[in-house]
């Protein structure tokens, strides 16, 4: 029997029922080989040559594949449908054959498949090909790029930057955007302007709002009128005139709707709409296209297939009639730079299955299919068509106008199913509707008012409005975005607050140093360019070597010249790069960069490993810190009051904000100090407040049987404490609340304590109880369970612990999504179950070959896979 790989189990068990007992089935786990962690996986001297490793994780699945083709030895290789489909197909042959898997006459072939569903899957096998060189030779550039950019550049950031992490080809380009955007927000200087707006009355008594246009017969602009002084004469000039209809003009207009999803644009509509990343939403259109209900959803292809337009114009006719069916088919032009990368649109495969009928359980695939199926059948609809009407209202002298707009909807066409979202809220006056208005009727004025604005920053970035600026620039691929998005969140050089990305003070001195050092290679142009070059190597256009051997020239050189630099000579430069931002003028006129605590240091840029700050200079002396977005900012220190002759400080420190007793001196090194409960927030300290923390613990009273009682706030929360004469060791029992600390009684302390003498249990896991019972493992058996854990809520199988994404609820964790998490942590290398549960995974691959036997000897064989 032939032997087919793909790439996830889920396709697997999906396109075995559609093949039938005449092929098995196996899949490859995602990708089985990649370039070791290690100097050298990069032959920069010899023609890129690359070291390839397969992974521990992907031995297993190699040699189940290895084992399979003993009883058939053809292989069709059935990955995805894109660049890194190719290239673990590539990866899959060049194993196989090293490890003599295959013969150098077996039969090796590729096939692809837009969709898991019968009819495409039959007919893909029915065409299948030849393995495409030039989309592995595109993969190959890219991953011997991205390894010489990360494993170079990486390590300058560490030596030079304490706290960096690492920086990416494009993940650092990714950054640059967030942190430029946000100092533009900081240098913003908002300018004042104003309008003024009518409520005027027809003379059938319906009222309409209109505003000023023109004013001494000169038309308004967005700042003609720029302080309440000059708005309050237009309002004068408005009240002292009689006002009239001077035009009603009523024009015809359409909407059109917008192109059937790529990737990006799902990206971006699932954030606008649903908040969710983009990484979530892969994963939720990952599931959704191995169940076979939608197409392949790593695509920058907007056109689609001839039958699924058939489908979808048949559907909107059965569903909403004839009237929302246009003449002709809408036809979306692809605008993929690289025809062969492009695919189709990602759509339903199903045009008459709605969400409803497809009964889908998971909150997060039922939202996106719900979108996917109404923009997929919006794309094919009718346009809307409206009238817009537009008045103007003026005096006779013409010294002033006002202007008053509405629009009505003639035919919802394919409003009726859709609209896309907006990133940012508009008000748009264009849709109200207007009273029956006639020209030369009189306007009789209700109102008029002035009204004061101030120009806003630019908007810091969403994840959907970061995707559509990198894909405006050229950087980047569709099936990179959510995982460049991720890592920088990861690498905590941004942070997500209420769906905007702001940029950590760790991301902000990353940024810098590369814009000083590296500015070339996070240059937007260069990055789009190099995007160019590759996207010409896919289509076999241009040379792969080549394109790598014109980047490693210069970059090498980059790379060498700032390696000698010592780190005092990076901060000063970045200290200089930056002083703008780091040190504004002051309102009474002095030295910014003089320390404001004690008067004599200079103020200099830092770094630790959590980031960079502004430090005075005088240090020890002085040990004034702030962070480099300046006073007020996330984590600056304040005097919160004096006590005692000591001054409280509020502090931001590596574990979140705390109060201080005064400053450390060479007596005192380590001044009292105490952490802000969870739930307190730093903005409402104050003196008060910080002293009960200082006062910890608080004595509660003495025990009945001896030993004082105490409330304090641990490693693990709030706490009541207390030890019996007799006992070796302290007995300790939670609280939940953390006012409780302050608030506790005694008759309540000693009942915990004694319940808690009771009940020892075994350490605090002992009486951990789940959040939510999912089951039996469906593959593996052993129970599933949703976990409460110290870092959040997490599933729990057997020993594997994956924790959820924050995004996501206990309550709405299904036995699919705690699955998929389980075996993803397990790839990682974390915490594995064990080999006989391991084994168990295994029966549906006993088709191919006797799987008990070849399961016992990878020990033995580990070393020269």
């Not at 000059?230 to 359409?254: F, H, M, N, T, Y």
């Not at 191995?290 to 292809?301: F, L, Q, S, V």
Request: aromatic share 6%.
């Amino acid at each position: 029997m032939p032997v087919v790989v793909v790439e996830s189990p889920a396709k697997a068990k999906t396109i075995n029922k559609y093949l039938g007992k005449d092929y098995v089935v196996l899949a490859s786990y995602g990708h089985v080989r990649d370039l070791p962690p290690k100097d050298g996986s990069v032959d920069t001297e010899h023609g890129f040559e690359m070291t390839w490793e397969i992974g521990a994780d992907s031995r297993k699945h190699v040699k189940a594949i290895a084992d399979a083709l003993k009883n058939d030895n053809e292989l069709i290789l059935a990955t995805d449908p894109d660049r890194e489909g190719e290239a673990i197909s590539w990866h899959l042959e060049e194993a196989l054959r090293k490890r003599k898997a295959l013969k150098k006459d077996s039969p090796v072939s590729r096939v692809v498949f837009n969709a898991i569903t019968k009819a495409a899957v039959t007919e893909a096998m029915k065409n299948p090909r030849e393995i495409d060189q030039p989309l592995v030779d595109a993969y190959l550039a890219r991953r011997a790029l991205d390894y010489l950019v990360g494993f170079n550049l990486s390590p300058v950031l560490w030596r030079k930057l304490p706290g960096a992490r690492s920086a990416g080809r494009v993940q650092s380009v990714c950054l640059r955007l967030i942190v430029e955007r946000e100092m533009e927000i900081e240098a913003f200087n908002p300018q004042e302007y104003w309008t003024v707006k009518a409520v005027l009355s027809t003379p059938r008594g319906q009222t309409y709002e209109a505003r000023l246009t023109t004013l001494a017969g000169d038309k308004l602009d967005k700042y003609s009128l720029a302080n309440q002084t000059q708005a309050e004469l237009a309002v004068q000039a408005i009240e002292s005139r009689d006002l009239s209809v001077q035009s009603v003009e009523a024009k015809p207009a359409a909407r059109n709707p917008s192109a059937p999803f790529m990737t990006s644009t799902l990206q971006q509509e699932a954030s606008r709409k649903f908040g969710m990343g983009a990484r979530q939403t892969m994963a939720a259109a990952q599931r959704l296209y191995e169940a076979g209900h939608i197409t392949y959803m790593r695509t920058d292809g907007i056109d689609m297939a001839p039958e699924a337009v058939t489908a979808a114009r048949a559907a909107i006719a059965s569903r909403y009639g004839d009237e929302y069916v246009p003449k002709e088919p809408r036809v979306y032009k692809n605008k993929a730079k690289n025809a062969q990368e492009a695919h189709e649109c990602i759509r339903p495969t199903d045009m008459e299955s709605d969400a409803a009928a497809l009964k889908l359980t998971d909150a997060d695939q039922r939202k996106l299919y719900d979108l996917i199926w109404k923009r997929t059948l919006a794309c094919q609809m009718a346009s809307a068509r409206m009238e817009r009407t537009t008045v103007d209202v003026g005096s006779k002298d013409g010294q002033v106008v006002l202007r008053a707009t509405g629009q009505v909807v003639l035919f919802d066409g394919f409003m009726r199913v859709y609209e896309e979202g907006r990133d940012d809220v508009v008000v748009d006056d264009d849709d109200k509707r207007l009273p029956q208005i006639s020209q030369g009727e009189p306007a009789a004025k209700k109102s008029v008012t002035p009204d004061q604005h101030f120009t806003q920053p630019p908007p810091r970035y969403t994840e959907a409005t970061l995707v559509k600026r990198m894909e405006e620039l050229g950087i980047g691929r569709p099936s990179t975005y959510a995982s460049i998005v991720t890592t920088i969140q990861e690498r905590e050089y941004v942070r997500k607050e209420q769906n905007r990305l702001i940029p950590e003070d760790k991301g902000r001195i990353v940024t810098i140093f590369l814009l000083n050092f590296f500015r070339k290679y996070v240059g937007y142009e260069f990055t789009a360019e190099l995007e160019e070059e590759l996207d010409d190597v896919s289509a076999g256009q241009r040379d792969w070597k080549s394109v790598m051997e014109r980047f490693w020239r210069d970059f090498s050189v980059a790379i060498a010249e700032t390696s000698d630099l010592r780190i005092t000579e990076v901060l000063d430069v970045l200290d200089d790069a930056l002083s703008d931002q780091l040190y504004p003028p002051r309102e009474d006129g002095s030295d910014p960069r003089i320390c404001p605590k004690c008067g004599v240091g200079q103020l200099h840029l830092k770094t630790s490993r959590t980031g960079g700050f502004v430090g005075c200079g005088n240090y020890p002396e002085c040990t004034y810190t702030r962070p480099i977005a300046g006073e007020g900012a996330e984590g600056d220190e304040r005097v919160l009051g004096e006590d005692a002759g000591d001054e409280i400080w509020l502090k931001s420190g590596r574990f979140g904000p705390y109060v201080q007793r005064g400053e450390p001196t060479p007596e005192n090194k380590k001044p009292p100090r105490a952490s802000l409960p969870k739930g307190w927030n730093k903005d409402e300290m104050d003196l008060e407040k910080a002293l009960t923390l200082l006062s910890l613990p608080r004595e509660i009273g003495m025990h009945p049987e001896g030993g004082m009682i105490s409330s304090n706030f641990g490693r693990f929360g709030p706490y009541v404490m207390h030890q019996l004469p007799d006992e070796a060791k302290p007995v300790y029992a939670n609280l939940k609340d953390p006012n409780d600390v302050f608030e506790i009684g005694m008759n309540r302390a000693v009942e915990m304590l004694a319940h808690k003498r009771a009940n020892p249990g075994r350490g605090r896991s002992a009486a951990a109880k789940p959040l939510k019972e999912l089951g039996e493992h469906p593959e593996s058996g052993g129970p599933v369970n949703v976990m409460e854990g110290r870092y959040g809520p997490y599933v729990k199988w057997e020993k594997v612990n994956a924790t959820l994404p924050k995004d996501v609820k206990p309550e709405d964790v299904t036995m699919e999504q705690a699955v998929a998490l389980i075996a993803e942590k397990a790839a990682k290398g974390g915490k594995k179950a064990p080999a006989k549960k391991a084994a168990a995974k295994k029966p549906a691959a006993k088709k191919a070959a006797p799987k008990k036997t070849a399961a016992k000897k990878p020990a033995a064989k580990k070393k020269s896979a």
